[in-house]
């Protein structure tokens, strides 16, 4: 019973965390748990994410090995497997669609930059007859 209200609000208090420092603040047997969370809802998924470290070697090792041999740890089912083994493509996919994005935006102009002049009808009555 004790074991459980420790890890009470423990979720609460990871996303708190990545909201207010960033998912760099965790651990990385930390951050695989965070991610865990997207494909287990109820699932404690620290255990998961030692075993999937211990396993492997590393979070990107996780990520790397194939769907199978994720499904070889405990708790890995066919979804998580499949979310993890797709992290990497998904990074790499955003990479390239930034930079697409960085390429088609043309570089501001100096014109942009200075304010246009205010219309007669915004100037003080004594300056329209200027």
Known sequence: MAEHKRHQGHRQRMRERVQNYGLDSLAEHEALEYVLYLTN??????????????????FAAVLEASEEELCTVEGVGPATARML?????????YGRSRSAIARRKPPPTRAAAVPAPPAASELP???AAI
């Open 41 to 58: 809802a109820q699932k404690d998924t620290n255990g998961i994410a030692h075993d999937l470290i211990d396993r492997f070697g590393d």
């Open 85 to 93: 083994h797709l992290l990497p493509e998904i990074s790499r996919y």
């Open 125 to 127: 009555s004594r300056w």
